[in-house]
């Protein structure tokens, strides 16, 4: 009995003990229980449901959390203030009081952000994606005036780049009131000018540049068509008559008049066939007086240079089949630059009279003295038949042959008197 009475005593201490840690413990989580709920904080909250998974209050504080947690997250959804944000808070709070605000501006930003896309980059296809979007949006009206705006530039792009008739046509009866309506009902008035004006050219008559000009007073080729005028009423007569005479008078004539007439090139074809035709005259002929001639109606013709050289070698060729006292060959005083093809002739006239020097060779000149006048010219290497003569009729002519090798040579021409 004594041994019952003992373990009866053990036994109610312990339970004492516990009870009393219960106590302990049960104030406790009572006392961190009101702490948190003064506290009201996320971090207090979770740390006592971390401390006390299974306190009996802990429905409350799962209830203030959740309120806590909705408040910050709605928080943080107007701090970001982005379409995503809002969606985020909907998804995890379909129910919220501020789900249906969340939506609202989920949907604003979301429109906006699309707009704003559109704005930025300005093309047909970001236009239609958000009217497909927002078919009620706030910009709809906006988004369809600036789509009619784009396909408006877009077909005045082609215009241009066409640059036709159909092209401007077609724009003109597609925007009456368009952005560049008078442009375009420029350019075709332009082009429309244009085809008239070729068709004017192609006609060619003077009833057709006429009406040209009747249509188009202040036209871009005006002045064209009032040249093309004078031309078929005074011009064209004039040169019908030029080629009637078929002169160089006549063509010389006529270019003095009409300086900027499209027949000016021609007169200058056929003065150079006249030209032409007087040369094979002369070079069939052969004589000094037929080149004469041709220098006379040509002095700048074709083969000016060539008469000047045939009447030298036709007049040393007459010298020399006529009665001639012999020419000494001329004196070489320096030898030149080596190689040189060329030579300085030295001429003194130590004569009275007026003398006359023909050289005819490789190349053919004819030096004019006066009484003791002095000069000098130059001449190629080669063979020369050499000729002179004086303004006297009692002094014979004088001929010979020299041979240039390049150098300076020197003559010096006199008379000497021999009696018999």
């Known amino acids: 009995m004594i041994f019952q009475r003992h373990f009866t005593t053990s036994s109610i201490k312990l339970f004492c003990l516990f009870i009393g840690f219960l106590l302990l413990i049960s104030c406790g989580v009572k006392r961190d229980f009101k702490r948190a709920v003064e506290a009201n904080s996320i971090s207090t909250y979770e740390t006592y449901l971390e401390k006390y998974p299974k306190s009996k209050f802990n429905g409350q504080i799962n209830a203030r959390l959740n309120i806590l947690y909705l408040e910050r997250d709605w928080s943080t959804a107007k701090r970001l203030n982005t379409s995503k944000s809002y969606k985020e808070f909907v998804q995890n709070y379909p129910d919220s009081p501020y789900t249906a605000e969340a939506k609202r501006l989920a949907l604003y930003l979301e429109e906006e952000a699309t707009w704003d896309a559109a704005i930025l980059y300005n093309k047909i296809y970001y236009y239609e994606s958000y009217l497909s979007k927002f078919p009620n ?11 009619t705006e784009l396909n408006e530039a877009k077909d005045w792009d082609d215009a241009l780049f066409k640059n036709s008739i159909n092209s401007f046509t077609s724009y003109i009866e597609k925007y009456p009131d368009g952005k560049y309506i008078d442009k375009a009902k420029k350019n075709l008035a332009s082009l429309l000018e244009d085809q008239d004006w070729q068709n004017t050219v192609k006609a060619g008559t003077l009833k057709a540049y006429r009406e040209y000009s009747r249509k188009y ?3 871009k080729y005006i002045s064209q068509a009032k040249e093309m005028i004078k031309e078929l009423e005074v011009i064209l007569p004039a040169w019908k008559k030029a080629v009637k005479l078929n002169t160089v008078e006549g063509y010389d004539s006529f270019i003095s008049r009409f300086p900027d007439s499209e027949f000016v090139s021609e007169a200058y074809d056929k003065i150079e066939l006249l030209d032409l035709e007087l040369w094979n005259k002369s070079v069939r002929q052969g004589t ?4 004469q001639n041709y220098l006379y109606e040509f002095p700048q013709g074709l083969k000016s240079e060539e008469a000047n050289k045939k009447i030298i070698d036709l007049k040393v060729d007459e010298i020399f089949r006529g009665d001639y006292g012999h020419l000494p060959p001329m004196s070489k005083t320096s030898s030149g630059w080596t190689n040189s093809t060329t030579n300085e002739l030295k001429i003194k006239n130590n004569t009275q009279y007026q003398l006359t ?3 005819s060779g490789p190349e053919s000149k004819v030096v004019v003295l006066q009484a ?3 000069t000098s010219i130059s ?5 020369y038949r050499v000729a002179a003569s004086v303004n006297a009729y009692d002094v014979q002519n004088y001929a010979g042959n020299d041979k240039l090798t390049g150098g300076v040579y020197s003559s010096d021409f006199y008379i000497e008197t021999r009696r018999y």
């Not at 949006?137 to 789509?147: C, D, F, L, P, Q």
């Open 372 to 374: 003791r006048q002095s």
């Open 137 to 147: 949006g706030r910009y709809v009206s906006k988004a369809r005036s600036k789509i």
């Open 288 to 291: 000094i007086s037929a080149y």
């Open 217 to 219: 007073p202040s036209g």
């Open 379 to 383: 001449l190629v290497n080669g063979n």
């Open 357 to 359: 020097v023909y050289y």
